[in-house]
């Protein structure tokens, strides 16, 4: 079962990516306004996000001809992620991966659906986040249940979980403090991403450790989870020192803005002493 998830979602990927190469062969590579001002990062440039925005944008074009709603969208996401956190914890990491892809879809056509209906609200943005966040915490959570027995990987879950709060986190103080966000890595589509290709190529390798049994011996186990466990080493090191430096530059952004200005110096209007026997002149005080 879990390798026929594997496959039914990298058969799925490539099609978008065989279907997204025709279609820019013919009318030229589409691009979009919210892509470019994303800017991506080394982890995820902006090519792999356009693909995967006009994907989406069929489908969101699809849920506003069928009137499905943003909101109902975005419970949908919270039902695919704890049904994929569900089958994380027990150990099925290829078809949670269907799941888990499911919600991350959900996820990211509520918005696109909101703006083509023009039904955008602050209440449907702090719906979003909020089961943007949980969703989340369900996954890595699902993951840490799953590695429960190994401190080594349990750790590891734990640390990625601590960093993809602490990203989150770093954006929102910035918000509440004024000051742009600062870039940085790892952000939500990074980690979503690289999360879920851990998962999906997990049960294939899976598949070729067995096979290789008696050569590898006792790290057969290690090397059938090897792509999850690289996923969420990456998530949890490199969320982290994004969070650390984006807080850093947050606090020297409001350090800055809170220096008051130095007072200019007085400047003499006259390079030389007055005459002896004539009064300096002073500028007349002005009340107050």
């Given at each position: 079962m879990d390798l026929a998830g594997s496959l039914v979602l990298l058969a799925?990927?490539?099609?978008?990516?065989?279907?997204?190469?025709?279609?820019?062969?013919?009318?030229?590579?589409?691009?979009?306004?919210?892509?470019?001002?994303?800017?991506?990062?080394?982890?995820?440039?902006?090519?792999?996000?356009?693909?995967?925005?006009?994907?989406?944008?069929?489908?969101?074009?699809?849920?506003?001809?069928?009137?499905?709603?943003?909101?109902?969208?975005?419970?949908?996401?919270?039902?695919?992620?704890?049904?994929?956190?569900?089958?994380?914890?027990?150990?099925?990491?290829?078809?949670?991966?269907?799941?888990?892809?499911?919600?991350?879809?959900?996820?990211?056509?509520?918005?696109?659906?909101?703006?083509?209906?023009?039904?955008?609200?602050?209440?449907?943005?702090?719906?979003?986040?909020?089961?943007?966040?949980?969703?989340?915490?369900?996954?890595?959570?699902?993951?840490?249940?799953?590695?429960?027995?190994?401190?080594?990987?349990?750790?590891?879950?734990?640390?990625?979980?601590?960093?993809?709060?602490?990203?989150?986190?770093?954006?929102?103080?910035?918000?509440a403090m004024q000051v742009e966000p600062p870039r940085g890595a790892m952000r939500r589509t990074e980690r979503c991403v690289y999360l879920l290709l851990g998962a999906a190529l997990t049960p294939l390798a899976t598949l070729l450790a067995a096979r290789q049994a008696p050569l590898l011996g006792p790290l057969a186990g290690v090397a059938g989870e090897l792509p999850l466990l690289c996923a969420v080493a990456l998530i949890g090191v490199v969320a982290n020192t994004s969070a650390a430096r984006r807080l850093g530059r947050v606090a020297a952004l409001v350090r800055l803005r809170n220096v008051p200005p130095k007072s200019p110096e007085p400047v003499s209007t006259h390079s030389e002493a007055p005459l002896r026997g004539h009064a300096p002149h002073h500028p007349a005080r002005v009340a107050g």
């Open positions: 799925l990927l490539g099609v978008v990516i065989v279907t997204y190469a025709g279609h820019a062969a013919l009318f030229g590579s589409p691009r979009y306004e919210r892509v470019a001002k994303d800017e991506g990062s080394v982890l995820l440039g902006t090519g792999p996000m356009n693909v995967g925005y006009w994907a989406l944008e069929k489908v969101g074009t699809v849920c506003v001809r069928l009137r499905i709603g943003a909101n109902a969208i975005s419970w949908s996401s919270l039902f695919f992620g704890a049904v994929g956190a569900g089958l994380f914890a027990v150990g099925h990491f290829g078809i949670g991966a269907l799941f888990a892809a499911a919600c991350a879809s959900c996820d990211a056509l509520d918005g696109m659906v909101a703006r083509k209906t023009g039904t955008a609200s602050l209440a449907g943005e702090v719906l979003d986040a909020s089961i943007d966040r949980a969703v989340e915490f369900l996954l890595l959570g699902g993951i840490a249940v799953a590695w429960r027995t190994s401190t080594p990987r349990l750790s590891l879950a734990l640390l990625a979980l601590l960093g993809s709060f602490m990203v989150s986190y770093a954006t929102a103080k910035a918000e």
